[in-house]
């Protein structure tokens, strides 16, 4: 592929603080970057679904020996990209894969569905944000926690309900049965007997 748009990933940056005691990390000198938009230039031989010029994504080197996304082009296992949403620019593809991967799988594996509840720590956060509009997606009646003020307006915006973590402690937290909260805030907060409307997504 030709590489048209990469993020920065938390991952990214643990690989630069830990360098090899962080699991998968690759050895350097190294080609890092996971997530990518770009272009097919060439198929490799028995893949299928893709052909010369299709405009994909996905989350497919920059761990243990795959080289990364940092690069004009990247040589990619088909079975890690994916058609880019049309609806979706190069650089707005690029911010999604490991989030998005990440965010998916937890949200499959505690079971979500139409009329769940869930509680989705660091809400804001790259895969919390992506985490309440997925599960939102599914059906799912959603609290995420979040520590800085701007962001209770964001989750909400996104149709969650915020709780602040810095007022509540972790262990007590729980959607169905709210404990009784430490600030006047967070109190109205939990108050709310409806799950807000989330605001239509901006193209
Ligand atoms: N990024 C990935 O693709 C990926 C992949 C696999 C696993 N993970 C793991 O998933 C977790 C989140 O990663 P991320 O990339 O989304 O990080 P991030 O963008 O830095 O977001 C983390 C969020 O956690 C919140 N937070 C901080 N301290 C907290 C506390 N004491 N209690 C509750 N929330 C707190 C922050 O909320 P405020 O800013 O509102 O304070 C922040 O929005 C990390 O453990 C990471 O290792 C991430």
């Given at each position: 592929m030709r590489v048209a748009a990469t993020s920065v990933n938390t991952v990214d940056t643990m690989i630069r603080q830990m360098g090899p005691e962080?699991?998968?990390?690759?050895?350097?000198?190294a080609l890092l970057g996971m997530d990518f938009a770009g272009t097919v230039e060439a198929v490799g031989e028995g893949v299928g679904g893709f052909t010369v010029g299709d405009e994909v994504y996905g989350c497919a080197g920059?761990?243990?020996?795959l080289p990364g996304a940092l690069a004009e082009y990247m040589a990619a296992d088909a079975r890690l990209i994916a058609h880019k949403p049309a609806t979706l620019s190069m650089a707005e593809a690029a911010a999604l894969p490991l989030v998005g991967i990440t965010a998916y799988e937890g949200l499959m594996r505690a079971g979500i569905g139409q009329g769940k509840t869930v509680l989705v720590h660091g809400g804001a956060g790259g895969v919390g944000h992506v985490a309440v509009q997925l599960a939102r997606h599914f059906g799912g009646r959603v609290s995420a926690t979040v520590g800085r003020d701007e962001h209770h307006a964001l989750v909400e915006t996104l149709g969650a309900r915020s709780i602040d973590y810095r007022a509540q402690p972790v262990a007590t937290m729980s959607p169905g049965t709210p404990a009784a909260p430490a600030s006047t805030s967070s109190s109205t907060r939990w108050a709310a007997p409806t799950w807000p409307t989330p605001s239509r997504p901006r193209r």
């Open positions: 962080l699991p998968l990390s690759p050895a350097t000198p920059g761990l243990a020996d």
